[in-house]
């Protein structure tokens, strides 16, 4: 990507009757299996480049900041966001980068359009900020944008705490930085444990926090990953059930069904989610033994058989 120029990108799925990125546009977004890495662009390289803002400040800026080192002189950003998600902090953000900013509001998104600064203001220190770091707190590599990214996610504890000895070929399905692989991978019986994220900057954490010749790591979407049907031994999972920022309950129903077209007869899910997330029947639809394992400060466990 270093070497091309006049490349025109987009950031993530802005709405096409928010901001339209141009035709051919090359994908950026870390939440977008394959996509290019908008770190690794050359200053200049960007000819323009249309931005879905992710909602969580740090993460933002250091977007922005990306872009606006990327842009050419002649380039231009524009970088939409609802309003109630960032998109009310988009102009003072772009601003405070020293940005004259041409403002709009369509569909409930506050749409930005701005041109490099001649002289921009922060942008390292903003792209600092944002970068991947290692968190003394976890213990781990992490990055800001990623699920948890600074905390341990209590439904991921409790399942941690809850799992028993595992065995034989395994996944992670939505693994994030590692945390359950760690837990499951504690288990000497483990053969081998597969780690699957659709968040790059998750997978390249989780490359780095899990020091295991039995594990490898995938940056793909669970549901359509491949996993050769009935391979696996055990699944463990703390499903998301947030697509684009709005939730969505069917993403984690489809995480159990490719779970149990993945196992082999008599395999075992382990799965942590929120208690308020209607699991148990697609649960009991597609395995033969459901069995709840914990019932705990707003998250349930429950392990599945085929």
């Not at 390289?45 to 922005?64: D, F, I, S, Y």
């Not at 990306?66 to 902090?89: F, M, Y």
């Not at 509001?105 to 770091?133: E, N, Y």
């Not at 390249?204 to 669970?222: G, H, K, M, S």
Request: proline fraction near 7%; glycine fraction near 10%; charged fraction near 25%.
């Amino acid at each position: 990507m270093t070497e091309q120029t006049e490349i025109h990108g987009v950031y993530g799925a802005p709405p096409r009757e928010v901001a339209e990125a141009a035709a051919g546009a090359t994908q950026f977004s870390p939440l977008v299996p394959g996509a290019e890495r908008l770190e690794d662009l050359a200053e200049g390289a960007l000819a323009g480049l249309t931005v879905l803002a992710p909602p969580g400040t740090v993460e933002r800026r250091h977007v922005m900041a990306l872009g606006l080192r990327a842009l050419s002189p002649t380039g231009r950003l524009i970088i939409a966001a609802p309003k109630d998600k960032g998109g009310s902090r988009l102009k003072k953000e772009l601003e405070a980068f020293g940005c004259a900013v041409n403002e709009d509001s369509r569909r409930h998104h506050r749409i930005c359009t701005v041109r490099r600064p001649d002289a921009p203001v922060g942008l390292d220190a903003a792209i600092a900020d944002g970068a991947p770091r290692f968190s003394e707190a976890l213990g781990a590599w992490t990055q800001p944008g990623v699920f948890s990214w600074d905390r341990i996610d209590p439904g991921s504890a409790l399942l941690a705490k809850t799992l028993t000895p595992l065995a034989g070929k395994g996944a992670d399905f939505g693994a994030g930085i590692g945390v359950l692989a760690k837990a499951a991978l504690a288990s000497p019986k483990v053969e081998s444990l597969l780690l699957i994220d659709s968040d790059r900057r998750a997978v390249e954490a989780a490359r780095r926090n899990i020091d295991d010749p039995r594990a490898t790591v995938l940056w793909a979407d669970v549901r359509t990953a491949g996993i050769e049907p009935g391979s696996l031994d055990f699944v463990i999972m703390n499903p998301p059930f947030h697509d684009g920022g709005t939730e969505d309950k069917q993403l984690g129903q489809a995480f159990i069904r490719q779970a149990a077209g993945a196992l082999r007869r008599s395999g075992t899910l382990w799965l942590v989610a929120n208690r308020h997330l209607p699991y148990e029947k697609v649960l009991a639809e597609v395995f033969k033994l459901v069995t709840p394992r914990a019932d705990t400060g707003g998250y349930k466990v429950f392990e599945a058989r085929r």
